[in-house]
């Protein structure tokens, strides 16, 4: 053990005396190491994410969507959803806990004397809150006789609460959607951006009678219709039949597709884990060239090192030094060399990952999982690129290389 100890001491003051060389060799990993760590907590946090959503989406609950699939990107709807659907999937499926319309005002105008902002507005019902496990944080919501009533009152989420009001209390107020006077009876919690840059607090929720009748002049058709289901239904065995209702409601024929679609946890998961994997395909590529660039300008420095030190080589040979300790070494040195690397590259992999974050909110989560699968990695790197120099110079002929 003393003799192991000694020779990573000598290990390490060759890694100090050899600057140059040690400072190209790390370089080299950390690039490779950050991008690995950047891999590792972007499936972490991707996941994180995802069940954090779900969590806020409800582990039990969907969101049925008017229109194609194909058209699920866009903010385009094609409204083939109507209320009668909702009556009817009411009627049809005792699992359902809670039903709610919802209709979409894109675009929307909202002022309060001199401050004006763009929001979109949102009719829903009054279950809206346990719809979505989504709360006030002041003021009430509306009440069941406001929506038959079709009444201008609103609930507001926080962003839109700074811009229009500053410090001033909103409950209570009367501020102007598309020059239409509606009063504010409460704000929602703050919820923050979606993984896609969506900020969620920037809403206005109006009663959906008042949308429909008042606004859309439309009272037939709805965009969405979101359900919560009692706690231990099989959500992935409903939402098959709701999609067969729906369908036989619609009198779409067998080649016809849904003119709907149904979004529910396992989509969500699918979308996150859809997300992570091309920026892991492109990060692996980046990591993975960064490590064999790495480790190639390891293996030639080293094998430049070790034609610069025959000299001592052989002299440590002549002293009695067994071909093992020559090889443990160098191996030594890379071990050292490949660590370094591995927490610079991980604190440029923070460093990224911030970055990645302000620039596009995608979920990361450093762990010490990335840490340890960086180590392990840095140091299977400088192993197997330090190799054949170590035998190569464990395998010298002492007394020819004192004479060179």
Not at 54 to 64: K, T, V
Not at 107 to 127: A, E, F, H
Not at 159 to 188: A, H, T
Request: glycine letters at 8%; one cysteine or more; a positive charge.
């Amino acid at each position: 053990m003393r003799k192991l100890l000694k020779i990573f001491k000598e290990a390490f003051l060759a890694v100090k005396a050899y600057k140059l060389r040690t400072f190209f060799s790390v370089l080299g990993i950390s690039f490779g190491i950050a991008s690995l760590s950047i891999i590792v907590a972007s499936v972490e946090g991707a996941f994180h994410r995802a069940y954090k959503i779900i969590d806020a989406f409800g582990p039990e609950s969907i969101i049925i969507f008017g229109g194609k699939e194909e058209n699920k990107g866009v903010r385009v709807r094609i409204k083939t959803l109507t209320i009668d659907d909702l009556k009817a999937l009411k009627q049809a499926f005792p699992e359902i806990k809670i039903i709610m319309p919802v209709l979409y005002i894109d675009d929307m105008t909202v002022r309060y004397k001199k401050n004006s902002t763009k929001t979109k507005g949102y009719g829903v019902s009054t279950d809206f809150e346990e719809a979505w496990s989504w709360y006030l944080q002041e003021g009430r919501f509306f009440t069941e006789e406001e929506v038959k009533k079709k009444k201008y009152v609103c609930v507001i989420g926080v962003y839109v609460k700074r811009e229009l009001f500053e410090k001033e209390d909103p409950v209570g107020k009367v501020i102007f959607i598309n020059q239409i006077p509606c009063k504010v009876l409460g704000v929602l919690e703050e919820r923050g951006t979606t993984p896609t840059g969506r900020n969620l607090d920037n809403r206005v929720l109006l009663p959906y009678t008042t949308v429909m009748y008042k606004i859309n002049h439309d009272p037939v058709y709805i965009n969405a219709i979101r359900i919560k289901f009692y706690r231990g239904t099989d959500v992935n065995a409903v939402v098959e039949e709701i999609r067969k209702f729906l369908r036989e409601r619609h009198r779409l024929k067998d080649d016809e597709p849904d003119d709907f679609f149904i979004l529910s946890p396992k989509e969500i998961i699918n979308f996150l884990v859809t997300l992570t994997g091309s920026l892991v395909l492109f990060l692996g590529l980046s990591s993975a060239i960064s490590l064999i660039v790495g480790g190639f300008v390891l293996t030639n420095l080293f094998l430049l090192s070790v034609s610069e030190r025959k000299q001592e080589i052989g002299i440590r040979r002549a002293l009695g030094a067994k071909k093992k300790d020559i090889l443990l070494h160098f191996l030594y040195e890379a071990i050292i060399i490949t660590t370094i690397g591995a927490f610079l590259g991980f604190g440029f992999g923070i460093l990224g990952s911030k970055l990645l974050t302000k620039v596009g909110d995608f979920p990361v989560y450093f762990s010490y999982k990335a840490f340890l699968i960086a180590l392990l990695v840095s140091t299977v790197v400088g192993v197997l690129s330090a190799l054949s120099p170590a035998l190569k110079a464990s395998r010298l002929n002492p007394i020819e290389a004192i004479r060179s």
